[in-house]
């Protein structure tokens, strides 16, 4: 063939409904040929190479820019540019340093992230076997396959572009990664039904990224790169705009209320200054003085190093985020949607139970590991080799160190033989096969012929066969009863059932040539084995510590419904399961009401696991999705918080905002402690940030209305000072606190709930008023009784900064009392404290300090009087808490 076709269209019916021969025709190919170099040139240079669109990479700048769009680092500019205006150049040096500070902590989270990203990535290129140009065979780069290219597939190959199969020797694909189906798919090339059906269903058809595990394979592939389903998948990403993270929307909000309330009293000062004939010079410097009181400049720069510790913490324990606020997110989800498997299962097909026709039995062991035994009654048999040896010799896969080379069923099989105490290579040595019937889903079963001695000694060619049970249940020589109802019971808890069976052939009459599927009748069935892919041992501790938490966990998985069900009770995920589309199916109104009752989704579509997390942000959720597959990377990247497991493909990798280099459940778990940890830090550090601000806007407007210290109680410097010594040190400590007693057990918040609760805001304004009136009275005390204005300013500096001493004993917890041995746990904050103390006193009686800091030389007394409000302070806020805890 070498005519030309528009290889971008499809046929009038899709091509699991069109003919081999048909799709031959349609894309311009001798499937025994292969296309020739024209037509493969032309072909790639139409549609472009077999690759999915990747995002071209941001440029160094940009990211670098896009790290000042946050409106406290707009702020600080713009507090910079007007200190440019009246010329306070060491101010100016300051905030932009900490503009670039801030840039730089974020961009190196940034290259962290991508460096592991980067580790986690394959560094072999995909490949492909092609037929072409008059019939040779060739391996070219996976890229470089065009639409009509004849792929050969084997055990073991990357399936490289979607395909339609043309012909098919015991195929068998693992499409988990496209269709979350935890079992190999049968493949053959008998041409579908026209009906509208999903990848999971379309026998008939391979698709990229998915793996032989089986058999072997003739593919014409029919669609590359984009027009993949891989690529359909990722197209859907793109239209997925990221969500901020909370903490970030509420700074924000917070930082335009810091800014009005400065605004206005900025407004007052200068309002009121020049009605009392103060000259211009004056009132800005007063202006930039609350300016950069005003405005929480360390805030920025403590909390992207408070989130980045928390980063590493998370990558210690195998928890890769990618940005810093995905981190406090963390502290927000209240609802997980996680994959099955390989997620909270293992991914490793394992025999459970094992029925014959006289006896039950009990596998003990997880996946592929060889510990574990078979567990039978008292008075019973403790063998079962005859009852199992067909599932040994009907089986093509190997265990090398533990690993299945072959099939996971088949390996799963092999585990339980050595479970069982047989020699497995041994066995099948001393019964070589003769012939082979390999699997095929049209007959669910594999057979395996061998010459042996029967029990009367005479030569017989035995027949192994395994397969889905109701297949060899139904080829039996009897009506074998005794199955019925442990594949009844088995299929009801979610195990797949396969069956054994035997039967002896007459040497003379055995035909290795014949239709081998004649011979596997009249067949003895010897055992049933019930099958599941185990939960993760800590997935069931791990779902338990959510809940307890909270959090409502729930399993999204491309397995049916009773399958998914099963796993779920297992590992403690409670409520209804039902059909993804049965769930995309119900009107918004009624999928908002029933979201709380449903605990399982199965055969879930990508579109129905992004409909999940959209419903429960609806509901005010914020969602966790995790995932391993293609499939599942829309769903990740809509979901508030995105986690791609490190095993699982490129495209889930790049879609998640965390990546589990672990693979486990358990790991999701420590990692939303972490984060409730780290934001209930970060929430401390708040409250006390708040309370300076408060302070410094309050004091600054209460000079400015009472004329005290000609409105600027303290001086640009002295500003400073509290801002990057005082608050940045107590940042720190509040910010490495540890974690709050009960932390756990709280509700998680909700989405949109305020940081600044009425409660919050309440004691914040008290507070600092206490504090304002207080800094107010010792200046107007220093001016009219003591040594004037400077030895006023000198005793409020130093009170304000036994205040924030307080302050911060008191902002690690909301209803919690300083005078407890817990108050006292923390090292770093007790060093803080002690420093801070001795830097109050240091700067009044230092020569240095009192020069950096326009302080003067305070006597004892007055140093006392600098106690008072602190120790006022500190009984009042003591006596707020207990009124607090009794009322609750």
């Known amino acids: 063939m070498t005519g030309q076709v528009d290889v971008a269209a499809t046929p009038d019916t899709p091509w699991y409904a069109t003919a081999p021969d048909a799709v031959a025709r349609a894309l311009a190919v001798d499937p025994p040929q292969g296309l020739s170099d ?85 560094m072999t290129e995909a490949t492909a076997r092609v037929r072409r140009a008059g019939g040779t065979e060739a391996t070219i780069p996976a890229s470089g396959l065009v639409a009509g290219d004849v792929v050969l597939l084997s055990a073991g190959d990357q399936v490289p572009a979607d395909g339609r199969i ?104 200068f309002v009121l200054g020049r009605i009392r004939g103060e000259d211009w010079d004056a009132l800005f410097l007063s202006a930039v003085s609350l300016a950069i009181a005003a405005i929480p400049e360390a805030l920025p720069t403590v909390s992207q190093a408070i989130l980045s510790r928390g980063s590493l913490e998370l990558a210690d324990q195998q928890a890769i985020v990618k940005d810093l606020p995905s981190v406090e997110t963390l502290g927000f989800v209240s609802a997980i949607n996680s994959d099955k498997t390989g997620t909270l299962t293992l991914n490793q097909m394992t025999a459970v139970e094992v029925v014959d026709p006289g006896d039950r039995y009990t596998v003990s062991g997880s996946g592929y590991e060889l510990a574990g035994r078979i567990h039978h009654a008292a008075g019973s048999s403790d063998r079962i080799d005859d009852a199992i040896l067909p599932f040994v010799m009907a089986n093509d896969a190997t265990l090398v160190d533990d690993a299945v080379v072959g099939d996971p069923t088949e390996g799963a099989l092999l585990v339980l033989a050595f479970k069982a105490g047989l020699d497995v290579e041994e066995t099948r040595q001393r019964a070589p096969r003769l012939a082979t019937l390999p699997f095929d889903p049209t007959y669910k079963l594999m057979a395996t012929f061998h010459r042996l001695t029967d029990a009367s000694g005479r030569e017989v060619v035995r027949c192994y066969v395994k397969g889905a049970a109701p297949a060899v249940v139904a080829r039996a020589a009897d009506i074998a009863e005794w199955t019925d109802e442990p594949q009844r019971r088995m299929g009801e808890s979610g195990l797949r059932v396969m069956a054994a069976a035997t039967r002896d052939l007459d040497v003379a009459d055995f035909q290795p040539d014949r239709d081998l599927l004649e011979y596997v009748r009249d067949l003895q069935v010897t055992s049933l084995v019930g099958m599941v892919d185990p939960p993760r041992k800590e997935s069931i501790a791990a779902v338990a510590g959510a809940t307890d938490a909270q959090i409502r966990v729930r399993m999204v998985t491309g397995d049916d419904v009773i399958t998914g069900a099963a796993v779920a009770r297992q590992v403690g995920i409670h409520g209804e399961a039902m059909l993804g589309a049965d769930f995309a199916a119900l009107p918004e109104s009624e999928r908002l009401r029933r979201i709380d009752d449903i605990g399982v989704l199965g055969r879930v579509a990508p579109e129905h696991k992004v409909l999940l997390a959209r ?160 800094l107010l009275g010792l200046i107007v005390l220093g001016q009219e009784r003591l040594d004037g204005l400077d030895a006023g300013r000198s005793i409020a500096f130093t009170s304000f900064a036994f205040c924030l001493i307080v302050a911060a004993f008191e902002c690690r917890s909301e209803t919690g009392t300083a005078f407890s041995r817990a108050a006292l746990d923390s090292r770093v904050f007790n060093r803080v404290v002690i420093a801070q103390f001795v830097l109050a006193i240091l700067a009044t009686q230092t020569d240095v300090l009192r020069t950096i800091l326009g302080t003067t030389r305070l006597t004892f007394a007055e140093t006392l009087w600098a106690l008072v409000p602190a120790l006022v302070l500190l009984g009042l806020w003591e006596l707020g808490k207990l009124l607090a805890r009794r009322r609750a």
């Open 38 to 122: 024209e037509q493969v040139a032309e072909r790639l240079g139409r549609d472009g190479p077999n690759e999915l669109p990747a995002s071209p990479p941001t440029p160094g700048w940009r990211r670098f820019v896009d790290e000042y769009r946050s409106y406290m680092q707009l702020i600080l500019l713009g507090a910079a540019i007007v200190a440019i205006l009246i010329q306070e150049w060491s101010t100016v040096v300051i905030l932009l340093a900490l503009t670039v500070l801030n840039a730089v902590l974020g961009l190196r989270q940034q290259g962290k992230a991508q460096d592991a990203m980067a580790a986690l990535q394959s």
């Open 166 to 269: 043309v012909a098919a020797s015991a195929l068998q694909i693992d499409e988990s990664a496209l269709t979350g189906e935890s079992v190999p798919a049968g493949k053959d090339a008998l041409t579908l039904p026209p009906d509208p059906v999903g990848p999971g269903d379309q026998a008939d058809m391979v698709f990229m990224n998915t793996l032989v595990t089986h058999g072997s394979g003739t593919v014409v592939v029919t669609a590359t790169g984009a027009r993949t389903e891989v690529g359909k998948i990722s197209g859907m990403l793109a239209g997925d705009e990221r969500h901020k993270s909370p903490l970030a929307r509420q700074l924000d909000r917070l930082t335009l209320y810091i800014v009005g309330a400065a605004g206005l009293t900025m407004l007052v000062m």
């Open 615 to 774: 419903t429960l942000q609806a509901k005010g959720d914020v969602v966790a999705m995790t995932g391993d597959g293609v499939n599942d990377a829309p769903a990740i990247k809509a979901a508030d918080i995105g986690i791609a497991v490190g095993s699982g493909t490129e495209v889930a990798k790049e879609s998640g905002r965390m990546i589990l280099s672990n693979d486990n459940f358990a790991t999701i778990v420590f990692a939303v402690e972490q984060g409730r940890k780290i934001f209930d830090n970060l929430l401390k550090y708040i409250r006390f940030v708040l309370v300076l601000l408060v302070v410094f806007v309050l004091t600054f407007l209460g000079a400015t209305l009472f004329n005290i210290a000609d409105g600027a109680p303290f001086t640009p410097i002295q500003v400073l000072w509290v801002h990057f010594v005082i608050n940045a040190s107590f940042g720190f400590a509040l910010g490495f606190d540890a974690q709050s007693p009960g932390l756990m057990t709280r509700a998680p918040r909700r989405r949109g709930q305020s940081i600044t609760d009425r409660a919050v805001v309440v004691t914040v304004v008290l507070t600092g008023l206490l504090i304002s009136v207080g």
